[in-house]
């Protein structure tokens, strides 16, 4: 059935110029983009983002790698498209992530690989109500 689902370019994939390829095979999937906007997120809308990660090790590097630069919000609809995106994007760690995905296909090799992994999607119904409604006020 159709679903929406929160897409973000990360700081790393806007920083090095993957907009444009990661919202290309969004389209070429055949998702639609039904919203899009450039933010500046603040600590607090990311703290609130990742609330299922607060007190995990990576959280406040990840907050702070979140904030060190702009990140591209997408509103993204399809047929399942929440697993779907998921499945596109590959495994969080894109040094073993398959090829043909974004992060197996784009990532790098870098010590802050797991956090730098270029694009986040929500991983269920009930996560991306909740963060749509966090990026798309
Ligand atoms: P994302 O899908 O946005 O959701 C949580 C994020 O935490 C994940 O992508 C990574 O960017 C980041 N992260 C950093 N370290 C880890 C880790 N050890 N395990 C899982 N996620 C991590």
Redesign the pocket.
């Known amino acids: 059935s159709t679903e929406e689902t929160l897409i973000l370019v990360k700081p790393d994939g806007v920083a090095r110029g993957l907009t444009g390829e990661v919202l290309r095979r969004i389209e070429a999937k055949g998702y639609k983009i039904v919203d899009l906007r450039m933010v500046n997120a603040s600590r607090e809308l990311l703290e609130e983002h990742?609330e299922e990660?607060a007190g995990k090790p990576?959280f406040g590097p990840?907050v702070e790698f979140m904030a060190s630069g702009p990140v591209v919000a997408v509103r993204a609809s399809g047929n399942r498209v929440i697993e779907g995106f998921r499945s596109l994007a590959g495994a969080?760690d894109p040094t073993v992530a398959a090829p043909g995905t974004i992060r197996g296909d784009l990532g790098r090799d870098w010590g802050a690989a797991?956090?730098q992994?270029i694009v986040?999607g929500s991983d269920s119904t009930l996560s991306a109500e909740r963060e749509l409604a966090l990026w798309f006020a």
């Open positions: 990742y990660h990576f990840l969080t797991v956090t992994n986040h």
